[in-house]
């Protein structure tokens, strides 16, 4: 694996690398080689998207792989925006400590093993598709995504690495993760489990990061708005309409747009939900990130 990771770092403009997918289960406790190279992947501009694991309730379930704070670190949701009995609780990095992190960052579909839900489905047997379930699969999702945003924004290899890649890939991270919605779903059940599956679900911290789902789901379409339409301050009303993952997870849960605002100078900013029983919030983000690609 640390050849492959530094065959990746001499190869990134050659091939024009910007992602890396880990999928990797067990490497036993000593990950911390590993980890630096990761680091130094990232560093290269290149982002690396890691599977928090499939070892659902367990204690220290969370990938060994999956602590490193650089990395964008996946858990799974199932078709009905539910974290996957399967996916990985994960843990705080550093607790308490000025550089603490909170892994996984996001969740991503990833399918469900169980009986009447939907996996990730091949339709045609002649193809050799297959049907799979698993954070891996929902780390090859948010993959995917950083594939879109990157050529929403920046069209192309060359307009993309005519630039600090290091830096742009901070800015795609923190673009996801700002972008991700709490689900307010419980954990689904596994009725082959004596468990009680949904006393470990996500918190509803609103706008925070738990254990279970870091900041919440993904949404593609939010990042790539985000990254690529503007609002002006002069716009007096802009109107939207936006559903809970509770009443259809494919719906649009998120509004967002890039805003250009001045120092040393006040803005007011009201939010109008016309449905008094929703609960909608409103964030303003800088256009930079902390060092290891967390939205402020």
Request: aromatic share 6%; hydrophobic share 35%; net charge negative.
């Amino acid at each position: 694996l640390i050849s492959a990771l530094e065959d990746i770092v001499l190869n990134k403009t050659k091939f024009h690398i910007t992602t890396v997918c880990l999928s990797v289960g067990i490497l036993g406790d000593e990950v911390l080689t590993i980890n630096e190279v990761i680091n130094n992947v990232i560093d290269e501009g290149i982002l690396v998207v890691i599977a928090a694991g499939n070892n659902g309730l367990e204690p220290n379930s969370l990938n060994k792989l999956a602590s490193n704070k650089k990395a964008i670190v996946v858990g799974a949701i199932n078709d009905r925006d539910q974290i996957t009995t399967y996916s990985s609780i994960g843990k705080i990095i550093d607790e308490d400590q000025p550089n603490e992190v909170i892994k996984p960052d996001l969740v991503a579909p990833g399918g469900s093993k169980i009986k009447g839900h939907r996996s990730i489905v091949g339709t045609n047997l002649e193809n050799e598709t297959s049907a799979y379930f698993g954070t891996s699969i929902a780390t090859a999702v948010v993959s995917g995504a950083i594939q879109l945003l990157i050529e929403a924004k920046w069209k192309n290899w060359t307009s993309w690495n005519s630039l600090n890649t290091t830096e742009l890939a901070k800015i795609v991270k923190a673009t996801l993760l700002m972008t991700a919605t709490e689900t307010q779903l419980n954990r689904e059940e596994d009725p082959e489990t004596d468990e009680i599956e949904s006393n470990y679900s996500p918190n509803t911290n609103y706008g925070g990061k738990d254990i279970h789902e870091g900041y919440g789901r993904l949404n593609i379409e939010a990042a790539i708005d985000a990254l690529t339409k503007n609002i002006s301050i002069e716009i007096i009303e802009s109107t939207f309409n936006l559903t809970s993952s509770g009443i259809n997870p494919l719906e649009k849960h998120v509004y967002a747009r890039r805003i250009t605002l001045e120092p040393k100078k006040q803005y007011l900013f009201n939010l109008t939900v016309e449905q008094s029983s929703a609960t909608i919030d409103m964030y303003l983000y800088s256009n930079e990130t902390n060092k290891f690609g967390d939205q402020y």
